[in-house]
C-alpha cells in the first residue's frame, strides 16, 4: 500500500510493509496519577543515552509516546510540539517523544521537520512497557523522501499513543490513554499552565 500525502509542509511517501502483528504478552500495569515516573536510560537520536534520573523530579517532563517516525500522525503531533516548545519552554517543561524506531530514524525525522527536541529510541519497547503502554511486536516499514533521496525507516516495536506529564516531583501529574495526535500539543500546554 503506498499512500502520498502533505505533513508540515513536506511531501512524503509512505508506504508501509508489515508482518504478522503479535501483541505483547500481559503489559505491566499502567501508571496511574500520583504514581513515581519509572526510572530508565535509552538512546536519544543523538546516540547518547537520556537517563530519565537526569530530568524526572528537576523540571516538568512532557512524555508522548508515539507509533513511528514520518507517518502523518505522528508527524502532525511532533510538529504541533516543535511549534509549541517555546511556550512550553518559558514554563521550564522539557518535551521527549518515544517509539520503537532507530537513531537513525529519529535523525531522519527530526531532519524533516526541524524538530527541536528530543527522540528518544525505545527499539526492544522497554520504555513504553515500564509506563504501561501497549506495544504490538514485528517488523514494520516506512518509506519516506528525506532531502529527495528514499529512505527506508525500520523498526520491530510499535507503542500506542500515550502522552505522560511527569511534575517537579518526579510524579506522573497527567496520562491521556486517548491522545489526538494534532490536538495534544494544545492540549498539553494548558496541562501544564495549571501545574504551575
Known sequence: MSRT?????SLVLLSLFALPMVVAKEQGD???VGDEAPQFSVQDDKGDQWKSADHFGK???????????MTGGCTAQA??????????????VEVVGVSGDSVQNHQWFKKAHQLNFPLLADVDGKVAEKFGVPITRGSKSVKAMIDGSEQILK??????????VIDRDGKIAYKDDKVQAKQDPAKILDVVKDLQ
Open 30 to 32: 499502567s501508571l496511574s
Open 155 to 164: 523498526r520491530d516495536v510499535t507503542a500506542k499513543r500515550w502522552t505522560f
Open 79 to 92: 510538529c504541533g510540539y516543535r511549534d509549541t516548545l517555546a511556550d512550553l519552554a518559558s514554563q521550564e
Open 59 to 69: 523540571k516538568i517532563v512532557v512524555l508522548y509516546f508515539y507509533p513511528a517516525d
Open 5 to 9: 500525502f502533505s505533513a508540515c509542509g
